[in-house]
């Protein structure tokens, strides 16, 4: 009996498969049947999403199905927070004592009086003797608002304890700002987060106020973010009602979006960085700036996405990413790639269009090409400075040898000038070298002199970054060897090279 009910429940299914006569209806008997009638039980859920997923993956490189967990994840970065509740320190172990490197500026831990150099006690009545460094960092970080007690050191005096809030740290799309010299700014944006248009306006401020007349904008590792806030910053730059760019899909109408408000930067000379890591939001900034001759692009040429997704959310947490529409610069330009029979090598389009104030020739199709092709330096990218770096033996370095000399050094570099003229690093340099031997990396003296200059730089930028508690300085330090941010200072300082990049090239 149970065989002839389970045929004839078999042949009515089959019926019904059969007398489906749209797509839709024909998806969903698929999947009734698969979930319903298969004959070993499956997962329902995880069937369907991966179902979901495929589908996605099928459309674009961009379009994907979210789990809970990562939309979250991506929330939390676009919403600029991190994604756990600390107190915003970091720190390192050396001699058996947990010593406080380094303490965000905005976070509870600086508000609480917590300096880099102070020695960490206990945590929680717990003292830290016998911890490593991953549970010390699971003591600091809880719940937010949750609170941990703090007894450190400074120097050889016990200082009272600390009771600190424990909170999501604000995490701005601003990687940095500084003056370069009297008139030439500097201003690198990482990803355009939440509110990233906001703190761009303040940093812009900051610059103006210590007598900007020139910038540098990179955003050569920007790798996209919200559409709208690198809309907003592109009028920041651009004059009058200028279009910034424009959107467009089979499913929705044509939006083109403009300059309106007064920009705080619309006529000074600018210079735009730029990379193959420049995606997204990031190159509607800078074909916008290029296509009204606004600014100077250097670089190498951008990713090429050229495509707008919008995220729709279901109640489970998880949600759809889809691509909604195309954008263009305001000249006609598209920036998006091919994507499709990806195996086959890229050919950029060989469409050309008009600058709009000077009717210089841009090109279209794969990416944003600059105006000055600078290439990066590769050459100590070696396998030894790469075991350096992902080991952690690099940063680890630096830390134990700021713990060590913090006093001298700070005896000895009263100011970030006088560290950033002085500094030679031959010792640190040395004390990388044997720690590597102590981690079992194995040296090379031609990866070594390949690597020597770089890796001198790097650990003096990190150096500068933790003895002054100041992330900025990093940068500077970096910035000062970079090849295409000296090459933009030296455009910008000379106008007669800035004005004959940016005229007509017929």
Not at 94 to 117: D, L, S
Request: glycine share 8%.
């Amino acid at each position: 009996m149970k065989v002839i009910l389970l045929w004839a429940l078999l042949m009515i299914a089959g019926c019904a498969l059969k007398a489906q006569s749209t797509p839709e209806e024909k998806l969903m008997q698929t999947l009734y049947a698969i979930t319903n009638l298969y004959v070993d039980s499956i997962s329902k859920e995880a069937y369907i999403n991966h179902t979901i997923a495929e589908m996605m993956r099928k459309l674009d490189p961009f379009s994907e199905y979210l789990p809970p967990v990562q939309l979250q994840g991506n929330e939390q970065v676009l919403g600029g927070m991190t994604n756990f509740a600390g107190i915003g320190v970091e720190g390192t172990w050396k001699n058996g004592h947990f010593y406080v490197t380094f303490v965000e500026r905005n976070g509870n831990a600086w508000k609480q009086g917590i300096r880099a150099g102070d020695e960490v006690v206990s945590v929680d009545g717990k003292t830290l003797g016998q911890l490593q460094d991953g549970q010390i960092f699971r003591l600091l970080n809880g719940e937010e608002g949750s609170v941990v007690t703090l007894q450190v050191k400074r120097g050889k005096k016990l200082l009272p304890e600390r009771k600190i809030v424990r909170a999501y740290l604000p995490v701005s799309g601003i990687r940095t700002s500084y003056m370069i010299d009297g008139e030439t700014g500097y201003l690198a944006i990482s990803v355009f987060s939440k509110n990233v248009s906001n703190d761009f306006k303040k940093h812009l401020q900051g610059l103006l106020r210590q007598g900007m007349k020139n910038l540098i904008l990179d955003i050569q590792k920007n790798e996209g973010g919200l559409f709208d806030e690198a809309v907003t910053i592109a009028d920041e730059l651009l004059d009058g009602t200028k279009s910034i760019v424009y959107a467009d899909g089979v499913h929705m109408d044509r939006m083109t979006f403009q300059a309106g408000t007064k920009g705080l930067f619309e006529q000074g000379r600018l210079t735009v960085l730029v990379s193959g890591q420049t995606k997204s939001a990031a190159e509607i900034l800078a074909g916008a700036l290029q296509d009204w001759d606004r600014g100077v692009l250097l670089g190498s040429r951008t990713f090429g996405k050229g495509l707008i997704q919008d995220t729709f959310p279901f109640e489970d947490g998880s949600a759809l990413r889809l691509t909604v529409a195309r954008y263009f610069t305001p000249s006609g330009r598209s920036i998006q790639k091919v994507y499709k029979k990806e195996e086959q090598p890229f050919k950029p389009s060989s469409d050309t269009y008009k600058s709009l104030r000077t009717h210089r020739t841009l090109k279209s199709g794969g990416g944003i090409m600059p105006d000055i092709s600078v290439q990066a330096d590769t050459m100590h990218f070696t396998q030894w400075y790469n075991m350096l770096v992902y080991s952690g033996v690099q940063k680890q370095t630096v830390r134990d040898f700021v713990v060590e000399h913090r006093m001298a050094l700070q005896k000895k570099y009263k100011t970030f000038e006088t560290f950033q003229r002085d500094f030679q690093g031959d010792d640190l340099l040395q004390e990388l070298c044997r720690m590597a031997g102590e981690a079992n990396i194995t040296f090379s003296e031609e990866e070594y002199e390949k690597s020597k200059s770089f890796l001198t730089v790097q650990l003096k930028a990190l150096l500068a970054r933790d003895l002054f508690n100041e992330n900025r300085y990093y940068y500077q330090v970096l910035n000062s060897m970079n090849p295409c941010v000296r090459k933009a200072y030296e455009i910008l300082s000379t106008p007669s090279d800035y004005q004959m990049i940016l005229r007509e090239n017929d």
